[in-house]
């Protein structure tokens, strides 16, 4: 679609997601649905949230400073992260007493999540309005 700096982003961030989840999910992780075999992910968050809690941070961290992101994107990955920190470990109270048992609601809050996500990281990563080439848009004396 001529957008190959796009094309990469989302790839990248689809690999880095894998990776990540190989390393801080539980062993449950299957490759195609209904299958038992293999099941993968050395689970991290279970033996060791705290490191797999960081290592993620760091993640988004560094892609913030890849990227030379705003202050306010670091904002909504440091705030994401932590709003998420409940979800992920069984060592901090949250809302999982609600989750349990209702797999749809789970993958529901999860969904709302990256959809939140996805837009709060895409507004803040976003130029200002002025500066965006818009046919609709006239600055006067440029």
């Given at each position: 679609m001529?957008?190959?700096?796009?094309?990469?982003?989302?790839?990248?961030?689809?690999?880095?997601?894998l990776?990540?989840?190989?390393?801080?999910?539980?062993?449950?992780?299957?490759?195609w649905?209904?299958?038992?075999?293999p099941?993968?992910?050395?689970g991290?968050?279970?033996?060791?949230?705290?490191?797999?809690?960081?290592?993620e941070m760091?993640?988004?961290?560094?892609c913030?400073?890849?990227?030379r992101g705003?202050?306010?994107?670091?904002?909504v990955?440091v705030?994401?992260?932590l709003?998420?920190?409940?979800l992920?470990s069984?060592?901090?109270?949250?809302?999982?007493?609600?989750?349990?048992?209702?797999?749809t609601?789970?993958v529901?809050?999860i969904?709302?999540?990256?959809?939140a996500?996805?837009?709060?990281v895409?507004?803040q990563s976003s130029p200002?309005v002025?500066?965006r080439?818009?046919?609709?848009?006239?600055?006067?004396g440029?």
């Open positions: 001529g957008r190959q700096a796009l094309g990469r982003a989302v790839g990248i961030g689809i690999v880095s997601h990776i990540l989840d190989l390393v801080t999910h539980a062993h449950d992780i299957v490759l649905p209904g299958s038992s075999y099941q993968l992910g050395l991290l968050y279970d033996h060791a949230p705290a490191m797999a809690f960081a290592i760091l993640y988004g961290v560094v913030w400073w890849v990227y705003k202050r306010a994107l670091l904002a990955i705030v994401g992260n709003a998420n920190l409940p992920l069984v060592e901090i109270a949250g809302p999982e007493q609600y989750l349990a048992g209702h797999p609601l789970i529901s809050v969904s709302f999540q990256i959809v996500a996805l837009l709060l895409g507004v200002p002025a500066l080439r818009s046919p609709s848009l006239r600055l006067e440029v």
